[in-house]
């Protein structure tokens, strides 16, 4: 076994799965571990003495990949004498059941280690591997009352909920844009999601909170913020003021020196209220971006799966969000397949799909997730069923996507710029209705001579299938964008 000398720092690489939560809760224990002094090295270099998987348990793939990426890890690791530590979802769902049935993990850390992570990979290092995480549910360590839950929160391990400067996070990328996390945990009892079970009862950071980790990111060469979190639709229902918060909150975050976008995601479409949707279609410095988790448009699917609304409901919604700002994007994942989904209710989601003009759509087939409501539904369709579903509504949207990307040929959009071109790829970046790694993104004319992190306003020139070709126009100096409000109306 290998272990560092007495004098020499101890080295860790981190490997991050699953959603922007995840990578913010990664730079939070890479902070915590260089803090401790740790020195984090490439997962590739050969070099670690701990490896820390940060596991995605959403759904049945994502888990998966997991283990695919803990054994690959401890493939790569076992030579050394290196060691290999799951943490993230997986090992907060799984706990000591996953550490039983994947022997090839060191050891199985939960949400309540990450506050002492140094001290637990040293005992990691040292042959005294703390026991594995035992799972529990996690909407019991939070009182349900408002009044009462910020108080209790101090006394819980909420991943993304403190923040100290200097010592909360440290990057992992130079990336020009960065995930922040508005909050931890969910209320919402959707039937298909176990997501609540292991992220806990909803939890608000604090604004100021918020606002001083924006200000950090901004000092170091973020451009683009990309406010993340279970549902941030609830951000700000257990503070004082209530659900009104994160409008008060986006005009904050436009001003943060070297901020030049605020991304908002996860919205509940049953949720967005017109004041937020106001603030997010029309202040300067917000993208006009609505990520609305639709899941279905069948009032009936809908019901079964414990969430609201209909095809009507939902393009009325998309038609108050197109009447303040025409060119905004909407996304949305969908769920097909569900228990007792009928021939008439797919049908429904493809009346909305077409008339909905959605920008990105994820479609999902339904699987069984352990301890949801929806696992014990009788009327599940044949998993050949629904994987044909799934390519039926994955070939319309697709075919809409396209369409939709036609439609902005000629407009203007303001594209960050996150790749620089070279001999063999062209430069690329995203518009303002472009959110990381989900939706299409914006391919600049060769020549341009643009690098990672500028802004520059463009005008689209052509497609390739959900991406925009684009010829650029004039570059964007840092914090001008939310000056000028980018020919948008007043916020």
């Given at each position: 076994m290998?272990?560092p000398e007495?004098d020499?720092?101890?080295?860790a ?11 913010v809760d990664?730079e939070e ?5 260089t ?14 003495d701990?490896?820390?998987v940060?596991?995605c348990g959403?759904?049945?793939q ?8 803990l ?11 290196a060691?290999?530590?799951?943490v993230g979802?997986l090992?907060?769902r ?11 993990a060191d050891a ?9 992570l ?5 005992d990691v290092?040292g042959?005294?591997a703390p026991?594995?995480?035992?799972p ?14 910020p108080?209790a ?6 991943p ?13 990328s130079?990336?020009?844009v960065?995930?922040?996390k508005?909050?931890?945990?969910c209320?919402?009892r959707?039937a298909?999601c176990?997501?609540p ?10 604004p100021?909170d ?5 200000a ?7 451009r ?19 659900t009104?918060?994160l409008?008060?909150l ?15 995601s996860y919205?509940?479409?049953?949720e ?12 300067p410095g917000v993208?006009?971006?609505f ?11 809908l019901?079964?799966m ?6 009507e409901?939902?393009l ?8 303040l ?6 996304r949305s ?10 021939e ?5 989601l493809?009346?909305?799909l ?14 069984d ?11 599940k ?9 799934v390519e039926?509504?994955?070939?319309l ?5 396209a ?5 902005r040929?000629?407009?203007e ?9 070279d001999d063999?790829f062209?430069?690329?970046g995203?518009?303002?209705?472009q959110?990381?790694?989900?939706d ?6 060769r ?5 990672p992190?500028?802004l520059v306003r ?9 991406d925009l070709?684009?010829?650029?126009r004039?570059t964007?100096?840092?914090?001008a964008?939310a000056a000028?409000g980018a020919g948008?109306?007043p916020?």
């Amino acid at each position: 076994m290998r272990v560092p000398e007495p004098d020499a720092p101890r080295r860790a690489a981190l490997l991050t799965l699953g959603c922007a939560r995840n990578e913010v809760d990664s730079e939070e224990l890479a902070g915590r571990l260089t803090g401790s002094g740790w020195e984090l090295v490439d997962a590739d270099s050969g070099t670690a003495d701990v490896i820390v998987v940060n596991t995605c348990g959403f759904v049945e793939q994502a888990k998966k990949d997991s283990i695919d990426t803990l054994l690959a890890a401890s493939d790569a690791a076992a030579p050394r004498g290196a060691k290999v530590v799951a943490v993230g979802c997986l090992a907060e769902r799984y706990g000591a059941e996953l550490a039983e049935n994947l022997p090839e993990a060191d050891a199985v850390l939960g949400f309540d280690a990450y506050p002492e992570l140094a001290e637990r990979l040293g005992d990691v290092l040292g042959g005294h591997a703390p026991a594995p995480h035992v799972p529990v549910d996690r909407r019991t360590l939070l009182p349900i009352s408002p009044v009462e839950r910020p108080a209790a929160a101090n006394d819980v391990a909420v991943p993304g909920h403190a923040w100290v400067p200097n010592l909360a996070r440290t990057r992992l990328s130079d990336a020009p844009v960065a995930p922040l996390k508005l909050a931890s945990g969910c209320d919402r009892r959707c039937a298909f999601c176990a997501i609540p079970s292991f992220r806990g009862a909803f939890v608000s950071r604090p604004p100021d909170d918020v606002v001083a980790e924006a200000a950090w990111l901004g000092m170091h060469g973020v451009r683009e913020l990309v406010l993340v979190s279970e549902n941030s639709t609830s951000y700000g229902k257990d503070l004082p003021g209530g659900t009104s918060a994160l409008a008060r909150l986006l005009p904050r975050l436009t001003h943060v020196p070297g901020i030049d976008r605020v991304r908002v995601s996860y919205l509940q479409p049953a949720e967005l209220r017109p004041d937020l949707l106001e603030v997010i279609a029309t202040t300067p410095g917000v993208a006009p971006y609505f990520d609305l988790s639709f899941q279905h448009a069948s009032p009936a699917v809908l019901r079964r799966m414990r969430r609201f609304g209909s095809r009507e409901d939902f393009l009325a919604l998309c038609e108050r969000i197109r009447a303040l700002a025409p060119e905004a994007g909407i996304r949305s994942n969908v769920i097909v397949g569900f228990p007792g989904e009928t021939e008439e209710d797919l049908a429904e989601l493809e009346a909305f799909l077409t008339g909905a003009r959605l920008d990105a759509v994820g479609v999902f087939g339904y699987s069984d997730e352990d301890g949801t409501e929806a696992a014990g539904y009788d009327g599940k369709l044949p998993t050949e069923e629904v994987a044909a579903r799934v390519e039926r509504i994955t070939s319309l949207v697709d075919e809409l996507m396209a369409q939709r990307a036609e439609d902005r040929v000629g407009t203007e959009v303001t594209v960050l710029v996150e790749a620089a071109e070279d001999d063999d790829f062209e430069c690329t970046g995203r518009a303002d209705h472009q959110a990381p790694e989900v939706d299409g993104e914006c391919v600049l004319e060769r020549g341009s001579g643009l690098g990672p992190g500028e802004l520059v306003r463009a005008v689209v020139v052509g497609t390739e299938g959900a991406d925009l070709v684009v010829s650029p126009r004039e570059t964007v100096a840092s914090s001008a964008l939310a000056a000028s409000g980018a020919g948008r109306g007043p916020g």
